[in-house]
């Protein structure tokens, strides 16, 4: 069942409680995105969370606002109507968000990017599995690599399209987002994602024949690269390389197009 502006709300109220348990949050400023009917609000106000929720569905505000009058004229509760993928974000510690399936990896890695102590954040079921994917595993991608260089990422739970209203059409899955620094220091970092996204649109070639196609973008820096790397890792496919290992191939990349 499609649901207006992506909205799936839920439901389940055992997994409303997983989710607002699974990182301490009383006392601390949370930032939810799409609370939608108020349910997990709700539970996250109800466990001494400062909440700072961004809705899009203006439809939404009056049932919000007279839900939750009390803790919006205390200020534990502060509601903010806008798009959470472009409005300015008010200042937040941990995010807990059940995010729109359309908009899943933009809003993530602003998030990421605007930095944040931890996450709880629900995504579409393949979303989530390519988020948490090892190299060698059918799912291991860009989305992989990109989010495990400055992430940790751990399944929470898993949901079927019941306990949502209206019910979607694919599973859910809660994965727990804990930043860290890069295991490595990356040069480039405009380079790094430049080469994760070049080699992956292509995730059949060899790593050889990725770099040739990066002639385009680097020029001879890229055939310099080649010659300077060893058979072995050429002869790999990108879902085959570890995060460190990007890292590495960015920084020499890097260093040649100085």
């Known amino acids: 069942m499609k ?19 699974t990182v301490p949050v009383s006392g601390r400023k949370v930032l939810e995105i ?12 109800s466990r001494g969370a400062a909440v700072r929720a961004v ?9 919000l606002e007279q839900r939750f009058s009390d803790q919006l004229a205390s200020g534990q509760l502060e509601i903010i109507r ?7 974000l008010p200042e937040f510690e941990i995010v807990v968000a059940n995010l ?6 933009k809003i993530t890695f602003r998030l990421l990017e605007a930095g944040f102590e ?10 989530g599995e390519r988020m948490i994917a090892p190299p060698g595993d059918g799912e291991y991608g860009r989305l992989s690599v990109m989010t495990q260089t400055f992430a940790d990422v751990e399944m929470i739970l898993k949901l079927p399209p019941e306990s949502f209203s209206p019910p979607p059409e694919v599973w859910s899955i809660v994965v727990k987002i804990t930043p860290h620094d890069p295991p490595v220091p990356i040069a480039n970092r405009e380079v790094h994602a430049v080469l994760v996204r070049e ?12 770099l040739k196609g990066m002639k385009s973008i680097y020029g001879d820096a890229a055939l ?15 879902e085959m390389l570890s995060v460190v290992d990007f890292i590495d191939l960015s920084n020499r990349l890097a260093l040649l197009i100085q």
């Open 3 to 21: 649901a207006p502006k992506d909205q799936h709300f839920l439901v389940d109220a055992e997994a409303v409680a997983l989710i607002a348990e």
């Open 34 to 45: 799409g609370p939608g009917g108020g349910v997990l609000t709700d539970a996250l106000l």
């Open 55 to 63: 809705e899009l569905d203006g439809t939404l505000l009056p049932n």
């Open 82 to 88: 806008g798009d959470a993928s472009k409005v300015p």
């Open 100 to 105: 729109p399936y359309s908009i899943s990896s």
């Open 118 to 127: 931890s996450a709880v954040l629900m995504y579409q079921l393949e979303f």
């Open 199 to 210: 080699l992956f649109s292509h995730r059949r070639k060899t790593i050889r024949n990725g």
């Open 224 to 238: 310099s690269l080649i010659d300077a790397l060893p058979k072995e890792l050429l002869d790999k496919r990108p």
